[in-house]
Each structure stands twice: as structure tokens, then as C-alpha cells.
């Protein structure tokens, strides 16, 4: 990683160590929007671990140099340029002060410093802290910080940075200042301030030690009435690090702050995270028991950064799943605890079907195509664009495995270890892994092969049982597949899987398990097999009969497994498969099955017909009162579009939606009445309660309010549908309400119930940013029809008042929900979506190349589908690529090309 600008090609081969290191940094802001000035004093000498450098090179974007000084005395051979600052002839060990000015009110990227609703905020990471002022912007280069904040009080009454406060006090002239320290080191990615008209919601908590805490979550002051879930949700976060892992809240002050301008989720800045206003804002009028989630998560995962990659981070970009993958499986693991705890189980398997189902519908499908990459990444052009599923939710799964191979305990030895080890460092994953498995006394060699091949593992499966010698053998075979280039590229050999396995007798109740070799069955009824080899067999001993084999329990890798189950064995395992997951997955394999037979058949014309025996399997489940609402939302919801055309050889979208609601129409009218009772049965009257156990009969009731909105004649469900829109008291209810009664006008041509509710969610919520984003993403996503396609209703909606492309969430609510979520209408054989999409892609490239580069990944995967499609995506592609500038996008549609 060199210290100059930035190359074409960032290779992980060739990192070096900086040339100089910073020890302390003084910044000091005088905020005004249009010329912010920035001075930055900073204690600099060479590295003695580096090789020796004359010339110290500084990273510098959109910058405009006014001076520097060494030691307080001017300096002449400070050069300015486009990528940065070269400072020549420089001594060993200096102080460095630097002038330099800034425009954040022309800030569009929302990377740096810039200006939202006329306040300031930051957002730093991966590079943007090269738009503040000149710096070694890299993240192995870790220092403390002094922060002053300058501005004029009416304007911007808060001024935050990262730490503690020192001072605050009136300046002349109408003007105040607020200094910040924060004793930590961090790197410069971390840094933050905010400065603005905010209020906020105050908690003083105590840490496990029985030090006092000031937890504040920051908003303006209108959206003061919905920050009380944020803020339980970040005491429920402190009180779970402090009792899973032994980690306190190490600052004064812990802040959270909204801004509705963010390109990401959240940002974990050291001591004061900036969220966008999704993963902040919620009442039950305004929030979804969906939003109320993922408050709680992006809450704990940004929270559990603290340590997670604040106080131990990364040498490098490459290493970004050291911080990231490992704190996505943390905030899974606290989500899981909060809605089961440690024992239910049942509870634990819901968070983690939904989290499988993201993982298998966007890694999977990521990994086999052309920006496939390791966990570990080799190489990149635009950091921005490897904030990936891979990094992140394979990332989480690599993690997860360390704890099914060692227990929860031993887990905890190894994260022990490992921040004794680095507390304070800038290290590696493969230092993660050293302290797992020192802590453990395990060899881990083999397991940095998950780090370093990309693609998705598949595991075929053999079983043979000898009934005379009551043995069963299971033999396991890994690879790639034909498809995973990538996979073949970075191979290395067979990887280390922990292969979680039961075997079902014929009344459905779980076998002993005992190896070969083994003096008797071990406790509990799931055995992890290490896996180890490219084939490997293993033999249970003492089976009494032949069983029925669950595979991969509760996701135990993130692998691809190949069996060949019949249905009925499939529909065994979905009424008796003691492990939650597989129960799912039995139902998830059984529709997967049928749809995509019925798939092929709608693209030849065939007539489309559904067994028998797949409605009774839905109906098993619909009618079984003993499985929990929540798991039978999951289990009775089909496996999406978007997932079942990446399993055809060639995707078809329009043949996947036509066998879909095929499906969904057919179990509506073979299951109306079980659909009704469930309905009536799962209604939560009385006050709003974001629980569990609530959400739970809120989604299976939706559930089959929207499969009742499919029936032949619909009017039934528009009645249940716009009863239930007019007396909702929470947006759960109103929005699924909506959603049923557009796909039941898509189905009939149009509605007048359809139209007045979409015209009264906008009259009651259009001064509700948040909500409005709703109320746009279910208009792109809804079903559309051929004499009323979407795209028409997407464009209209371009121009409508509300709408706004230089923000973010409302750019994702309307382009990528068409885009990335309405397969079928945005796939039309026309090619219209793919001309809107490039429309989209060139117009938010010149504004933000971080969110264009987002959109422009949903054509990456475009030779996968059929020739007429083929044609259409490339064609787009190509017009992209003749036209956009950032290095963000090019990346993206060049690897897609090539």
C-alpha cells in the first residue's frame, strides 16, 4: 500500500509499511458552508520498521492548499496536487501544520465532510477523510485526536466530534467553540463531527465496572419522538457486550446521530456514530416490526464495532472483513439472543433462516459473477465497492464456523486472547485466526483457505446403510461446480467445513449418533463432522435402521449442498426435522423443486399444474399450531424471483414470476379457508408491542392477507385489506394492507380501493421522509401488468414533487427497488428497464459514484440470462461505460464486459 496516489490496480502483494506514522493530531474547523477552513497540526516521524522515504506524501482530494509550517516555520517545499501533498526533504520527527479549505455545500458524494439539511456531517471511511484535509489516509496510520469545532451559534448551536468534551464556550462575533478529545488511537476513517440545529434523548447508564455513561441519540428536533427504540436498543447493546464478551463502553459518552443524506446504513465512528435516519427513527406509526429490527441490529452492529474494529482495526482495506465480517456475526448473534436468548432455539433458528436467505439470494449469487472475490480480497480499483456481501455476510459465516467447530466457550477464549493480543493495533485476519486457534490448541492452516478462494463450496452427498452390520456411511465430496471461475482461479485445496449432520428414524424422531471408533453415542442428537478432505467418509455405527439424513444443520457453512431427496422425504423432513433450519430449508428445497420444473414449463408454453402433495405439505404447516407464527411466516413464504432465476441454467425472470404466482394463486384458492382462519386467528388487537412474539402474528397474518389478495376473485381480501389499512395503528399493518391491495388490483386490472390508499399513505405521511420511502418502493415493486407496466409508473414518479436523486434513500426506494427488486417488469423483453437503469447509473454518477456503483451491480450477472435479455443488458452496459467517469462504476461494468 503506497503512500502516493492511488494506483490503477490496489494489490494486497504489495502492501508496505508507511514511510511515517502520526502520533498526535490537532485539527481545528472554522465552519462555514461554502469555505470551511481546516487546520491540522500533526506530531509526524518516520517509521522505523519502513524503508526511508525523503519526501513525505499526503493524500489530498477536492482540497484547496493554503500553507503548511514544520516546527512553526513556514515551508516552501510543500507541493499541491490533484491526488495530494508532497512535503520534500523533511526531517525524522517534526510538527506538521497544514491550512487547507473545503466546500461542503458542494459536497454531493456525502464522502467527507458535507453539509445535509444545513447541518454538517462526516463520513469518513473508506477514503473520505482525504476530503478534510491532507493526511496518511490509510488505516494502519493511527493517532490521537484533539478536535476544535468553530461556527456560528444560531446556525449550528451542537458541535460533536469523536471522544470527550474538553470545553465549550462564546466566541465574538455570534460565534461558539466546542473542543473534543478522545484519548483512543484510531485511524483517520474513524474520525467524526456534526454541527447543527439537533436535539437529543439522554441516558445515564452505568458500565459493568460501575462507571457512569451519557448515552445521547442526536435528530432534529421534529423526529424527537422516535428515538426511543435507537436508544433501548443501544443500553441492550452496551448491557449484551458487557455479558457475551467481557467488553464495556470504554468512553465518557457514547452518541448516536441521524442524517437523512448517508450512503450507507451507519458508521461507526469512534465514540459518535452517524446512522442514516432508517436505522434511527421509528414509532409505530411510522416504523415497520421490519424497521424496528433492523434499528436494534445496525444499533448493536455499530455499537459492537467499538472494539470490533475501533480498538483492534485493520492493517489494510483488504482485511475489511476482520472488522466487518466479525461484527455482522456478532449483531447476529446479539439479534438471536434478544429474541431467544441462549436456549430457545426455535426463536435463534428464525434469525438465522432470515439471515441464510440473504446470504443464499445475494452472496451466492455474487460469487458466481464477475466481481467475485475472496473474504480476503487480492486486489481492487475502487475500495468503495468491496463493501460486499462477501465481505460482510460470507465474512460473518467464516466467523460463525469458529464457533461451531470450538462452542460458545471457546469462542470467547479466542476473542479474549485476540484483544489482549492487538488492543490498540492495526493487524490482519489472519491474526484473528492465530488467536482462535491458540486459544483453542487447534491447527487452523487449513482454514485460511476460506479467507483466500472465492466462490461458493458445493458438497455432494452419499449414503449408503448396511443393514446386517447397522452401519450408515456418509460420504462427502467438495468443489466449485463448472460455473466458479473465480473459485478455480484462487484454489488452493479442500477447505476445513464443519458439516453438521443428524439421522431421522422412520417415526421422525432423532438417532443416536456414534462414529466408528467411538466406544458409545455421543450426548445430543447433531454431530459436527470436520471435513477435511476432498472426499471424506464417515461411518455411524449401532443404526438400527435406515435413517433419513438432515444435512448441514442449522447452515453449519456456507456451502451449497447436493443430495438427492425425493419429495416425500422433502416433505418428512418439513414435519419432523427437530432442527429448525432444516425443517425450512426441507420446505425451501420441496417449492425450489416444483417451481423451477414449472419455470421450464412456462417458457415452452406448457400448462402449468401443481401436485397435490405440495398443498398438502402447505397446508401441514399452515394448520400447525405448534410451530411458531414467526417460523411459519418463513416456511409458507416461496423462495423469491430474483433467487429461483439464478438456479436456471438460463434465467428466465418473466418464467420464474409466471410459475411464482402460479403457485401463489393455486395455494390460495386450494387454502382459503385455512388462509382466512389463520388470518382472523393472528390478529394483534390493542396497543402496538415490537415483540417477538407480536411481529410474529403480525407476518403470519400479512402473510396471508397477501396470499389471499391472489385468489380468483379477490374481493374478500380488498374488503379484509382496506378494513385493515383504515384501522391500523402501526405502519406493519397499514403498509401490508397497501402492498395486498395493489397486487390485487395488478391481478384485476386496476382498483379504485388500490388508488384511494395510495393517495391517503401520501396525504398522512408526506411530511414523514422515511415513510414516503415506503410509499415509493411499493409502487416500483409492485406486480404491474402488460397493459400497466411499472416502468411507466416509475418514470411518472421521477417527477414527482417528493422525489429527490441526490438522496440516497430515496433513490434506493424508487430506481433500485424496480431495479433490483421487480424482476419480471424490470427484466421486460422490450429492454425498457435496462434503458432506464443506464439513464440512472450515468445521472447518479456525476452526483454520487458510491450509491451509481451500487445500482450498476444489478446487470452484473447479465450473461446468465436468455439471448434476448443478453442483448439488452450488454447493450447497456456498454453505454455506461462510454459515458460514466468515477472509478467506482467503471470497475463495476468493465468486470462485468470483460
Not at 471511511?125 to 476530503?131: L, S, Y
Not at 469458529?402 to 477464549?413: M, N, P, V
Request: proline share 4%; glycine share 6%.
Amino acid at each position: 500500500m503506497a503512500d502516493t496516489a492511488t494506483p490503477n490496480v490496489i494489490r494486497r502483494a504489495d502492501y508496505a509499511p508507511p514511510a511515517f506514522l502520526i502520533d498526535t493530531v490537532a485539527l481545528e474547523f472554522d465552519l462555514v458552508p461554502e469555505r470551511t477552513l481546516v487546520r491540522n497540526t500533526m506530531r509526524v516521524r518516520r517509521n522505523p520498521d519502513a524503508s526511508r522515504a525523503a519526501n513525505l506524501e499526503l493524500m489530498g482530494e477536492q482540497l484547496e492548499f493554503v500553507g503548511a509550517a514544520i516546527d512553526g516555520t513556514p515551508f516552501a517545499n510543500a507541493h499541491a496536487h490533484e491526488h495530494g501533498l508532497t512535503l520534500d526533504n523533511v526531517p525524522d520527527n517534526f510538527e506538521l501544520t497544514l491550512t487547507s479549505l473545503c466546500n461542503p455545500a458542494e459536497n454531493t458524494t456525502l464522502a467527507g465532510l458535507y453539509v445535509s439539511g444545513g447541518n454538517f456531517f462526516t463520513q469518513c471511511e473508506a477514503e473520505g477523510f482525504r476530503r478534510i484535509t491532507y493526511f496518511l489516509d490509510r488505516p494502519d496510520v493511527m493517532a490521537t485526536f484533539t478536535v476544535t469545532l468553530r461556527a456560528n451559534k444560531a446556525d449550528y448551536p451542537v458541535l460533536l466530534s469523536n471522544g470527550n468534551l474538553l470545553e465549550q464556550g462564546d466566541l465574538p462575533d455570534g460565534r461558539h467553540f466546542a473542543r473534543w478529545e478522545d484519548p483512543f488511537r484510531k485511524p483517520s476513517y474513524l474520525f467524526a463531527l456534526v454541527a447543527g440545529k439537533l436535539v437529543a434523548l439522554e441516558e445515564r447508564v452505568k458500565s459493568g465496572s460501575g462507571k457512569e455513561k451519557l448515552l445521547q441519540v442526536w435528530v432534529e428536533p421534529h423526529d424527537l419522538d422516535k428515538t426511543r427504540h435507537a436508544m433501548d436498543s443501544l443500553i441492550n447493546s452496551i448491557r449484551w457486550d458487557e455479558a457475551r464478551f467481557g467488553l464495556e463502553l470504554d468512553l465518557d459518552r457514547f452518541m448516536i446521530v441521524a442524517v437523512s443524506d448517508f450512503n450507507m446504513g451507519a458508521m461507526e465512528n469512534k465514540g459518535l456514530n452517524i446512522f442514516n435516519t432508517k436505522y434511527v427513527l421509528a414509532n409505530p406509526e411510522t416504523a415497520t416490526d421490519t424497521d424496528f429490527a433492523n434499528i436494534e441490529a445496525v444499533v448493536g452492529h455499530e455499537y459492537f464495532h467499538n472494539w470490533t474494529g475501533n480498538r483492534v482495526t485493520c492493517r489494510d482495506w483488504f482485511q475489511l472483513s476482520l472488522k466487518e465480517g466479525l461484527t455482522v456475526f456478532r449483531d447476529q448473534e446479539f439479534s438471536a439472543d434478544m429474541a431467544g436468548g441462549a436456549t430457545d432455539e426455535a426463536a435463534r433458528a428464525t434469525k438465522r433462516i432470515e439471515d441464510v436467505r440473504v446470504l443464499r439470494q445475494m452472496q451466492f449469487a455474487e460469487d458466481a459473477g464477475p466481481m467475485a472475490h475472496p473474504v480476503r480480497p487480492e486486489s481492487y480499483v475502487e475500495i468503495n465497492n468491496f463493501y460486499t456481501m462477501t465481505v460482510y455476510e460470507k465474512g460473518s459465516e467464516v466467523v460463525r464456523m469458529y464457533q461451531t467447530l470450538f462452542g460458545r466457550d471457546g469462542f470467547r477464549k479466542g476473542m479474549d486472547l485476540y484483544f489482549k493480543r492487538h488492543d490498540g493495533q492495526a493487524v490482519t485476519c489472519d491474526d484473528f485466526r492465530h488467536a482462535l486457534a491458540d486459544a483453542n490448541g487447534r491447527d487452523l492452516a487449513q482454514f485460511e483457505r476460506w479467507y483466500s478462494q472465492a466462490g461458493t463450496p458445493r458438497v455432494s452427498v452419499r449414503t449408503k446403510y448396511d443393514a446386517a452390520q447397522q452401519r450408515y456411511s456418509v460420504t462427502l465430496t467438495q468443489g466449485y461446480g463448472e460455473g466458479a471461475a473465480a473459485a478455480r482461479e484462487t484454489q488452493k485445496g479442500p477447505l476445513l467445513i464443519p458439516f453438521a449432520i443428524g439421522l431421522i428414524g422412520k417415526n421422525g424422531a432423532d438417532l443416536p449418533l456414534q462414529l466408528e471408533g467411538e466406544a458409545q453415542a455421543g450426548n445430543g442428537t447433531t454431530r459436527v463432522l470436520e471435513f477435511t478432505q476432498t472426499e471424506q467418509t464417515f461411518t455411524f455405527v449401532n443404526v438400527a435402521e435406515e435413517p433419513l439424513p438432515s444435512l448441514l444443520r442449522n447452515f453449519s457453512a456456507p456451502v451449497i449442498v447436493e443430495y438427492d431427496y425425493s419429495a416425500d422425504q422433502l416433505a418428512f423432513l418439513l414435519a419432523h426435522d427437530s432442527d429448525p433450519f432444516n425443517r425450512w430449508e426441507a420446505g425451501q428445497r420441496l417449492a425450489t423443486r416444483e417451481l423451477l420444473t414449472l419455470a421450464g414449463r412456462a417458457a415452452t408454453g406448457v400448462p402449468l399444474q401443481l401436485d397435490d402433495s405440495v398443498v398438502a405439505a402447505f397446508a401441514r404447516v399452515l394448520t400447525d399450531d405448534t410451530l411458531s407464527p414467526s417460523f411459519r411466516e418463513l416456511a409458507l413464504m416461496l423462495p423469491s424471483e430474483a433467487y429461483l432465476a439464478e438456479q436456471m441454467a438460463e434465467s428466465d425472470p418473466a418464467a420464474v414470476h409466471a410459475a411464482r404466482q402460479f403457485v401463489r394463486k393455486r395455494l390460495a384458492n386450494a387454502l382459503k379457508k385455512d388462509w382466512l382462519a389463520v388470518y382472523e386467528k393472528h390478529r394483534t388487537p390493542g396497543a402496538y408491542e415490537a415483540t417477538p412474539e407480536a411481529s410474529g402474528h403480525r407476518a403470519l397474518k400479512n402473510l396471508a392477507l397477501s396470499y389471499l389478495a391472489e385468489l380468483d376473485d379477490p374481493a374478500e381480501a380488498v374488503r379484509l385489506a382496506s378494513a385493515q389499512y383504515d384501522a391500523a395503528n402501526n405502519m406493519t399493518d397499514r403498509s401490508a394492507a397497501l402492498s395486498a391491495l395493489l397486487n390485487a388490483s395488478a391481478a384485476n386490472g386496476g382498483s379504485v380501493q388500490a388508488q384511494q390508499a395510495l393517495d391517503d399513505f401520501y396525504r398522512r405521511f408526506e411530511k414523514e421522509p422515511l415513510v414516503i420511502d415506503k410509499w415509493f418502493a411499493l409502487q416500483a415493486t409492485q406486480r404491474g401488468s402488460a397493459q400497466r407496466p411499472v416502468i411507466e409508473i416509475v418514470r411518472k414518479l421521477m417527477a414527482h414533487p417528493a422525489f429527490n436523486l441526490k438522496n440516497p434513500n430515496r433513490a434506493r426506494s424508487l430506481i433500485f427497488s424496480f431495479c433490483a427488486a421487480n424482476p419480471s417488469q424490470f427484466h421486460a423483453e422490450d429492454g425498457s428497464g435496462y434503458a432506464f437503469w443506464a439513464d440512472q447509473v450515468i445521472a447518479l454518477d456525476a452526483i454520487n459514484p458510491q450509491v451509481a456503483a451500487r445500482l450498476a451491480r444489478s446487470l452484473e450477472l447479465w450473461r446468465r440470462f436468455t439471448p434476448t435479455l443478453r442483448d439488452g443488458m450488454r447493450a447497456a452496459l456498454e453505454k455506461v461505460a462510454s459515458q460514466v467517469k468515477s472509478r467506482d462504476v467503471r470497475e463495476i461494468v468493465e468486470k462485468a464486459l470483460a
